[in-house]
């Protein structure tokens, strides 16, 4: 989607007009229109929203100056049936040790529930059984969001780990339990991209244990959903904080929110759900890290923010 902003001068007639020495303000506001994807940046496809200004300079060099910022899609977990469901599931494995096989080793994985917001910590709970006569080298959970990249006929699905807990060896014969464990999610782009035909987002929480020696870890994975609105049970265990009425107004209004901008700016939408009165959201740098936004044909005269990482509420 591109939108053209021509200046044409004070008199905004179609006349060359020539600009003398000085500072010129030309202000102007767009509406975003509904159902926007995230913003999103990986080496293999992006979705990018950007600001560029123009300055024609006659027998020379254009003055280019290009501006990302960040588009982040609700996704309200309130309205994801599966995001409120507990999770459990238990898993066995048999080592082979000097070609005689070893005692199990068995691991039961649960988590309360399946969808979360960045920022938000994970409880997680496990117990672990080591039935073996081998030591365990470590357990640990594992975060990891799969994307895939879909063309007209083949796709590509890329693996990166964003969050992990480990806890130390496990004995022969012995036991280890993860109790109320916390993982703390990152600032990341909501789940399944929506809006985006062509690129796809799942998040994976996953329970390793990783025996000593050449054998395959046992894991439990659960996929998890990262929303941007969260659940309503989860923020109702929490004593409400009741920000100001002009900010209440306004504090949902995430679908359209450049960056992190000031709360005035913000355009004012219903508050989702029923939820009880929560604080502004704040922002962090999306954790997959920079990437180069120049675009073909640019050169040393485009200026501007040229490395950016999307910013995601957190």
Not at 151 to 174: E, G, L, Q
Not at 236 to 264: G, H, K, L
Request: glycine fraction near 6%; include cysteine.
């Amino acid at each position: 989607m591109l939108i053209f902003l021509i200046s044409l001068g004070p008199n905004q007639g179609s006349e060359t007009k020539e600009l003398s020495a000085g500072t010129y303000t030309y202000p102007f506001q767009f509406q975003l229109p509904q159902g926007l994807p995230s913003s999103y940046e990986a080496r293999y496809g992006h979705v990018r929203y950007t600001v560029s200004s123009n300055i024609d300079k006659p027998w020379k060099f254009d003055h280019k100056t290009r501006r990302p910022f960040t588009v982040i899609s609700v996704l309200d977990l309130n309205q994801i049936p599966d995001a409120s469901k507990s999770l459990q599931d238990t898993k066995q494995k048999h080592l082979c040790c000097l070609c005689c096989k070893s005692g199990p080793i068995q691991a039961t994985f649960r988590l309360d529930r399946a969808g979360y917001v960045p920022g938000e910590a994970i409880l997680i709970n496990a117990e672990i059984s080591n039935a073996s006569s081998r030591k365990m080298d470590k357990s640990y959970v594992n975060l990891r969001m799969i994307t895939i990249f879909r063309a007209t006929a083949k796709a590509k699905m890329i693996y990166k780990d964003v969050a992990v807990v480990t806890r130390p060896s496990i004995n022969p014969h012995s036991e280890d339990v993860w109790s109320d464990e916390k993982l703390i999610i990152p600032p990341l782009p909501p789940s399944f991209l929506n809006g985006c035909k062509i690129i796809e987002i799942h998040y994976y929480l996953q329970l390793n244990v990783d025996p000593a020696g050449p054998a395959l870890d046992l894991e439990i994975p659960f996929e998890v959903i990262i929303g941007t609105i969260p659940l309503a049970s989860v923020v109702q265990q929490f004593p409400p904080m009741p920000p100001p009425p002009s900010i209440m107004s306004r504090m949902y209004a995430w679908e359209t929110v450049p960056s992190a901008p000031p709360q005035e700016e913000l355009y004012p939408l219903p508050p989702p759900t029923g939820l009880p009165n929560l604080p502004p959201p704040s922002y962090g740098e999306a954790i997959t890290g920079k990437f180069d936004i120049r675009e073909e044909g640019d050169n040393e005269h485009v200026k501007g923010n040229l490395q950016y990482a999307p910013v995601y509420t957190y």
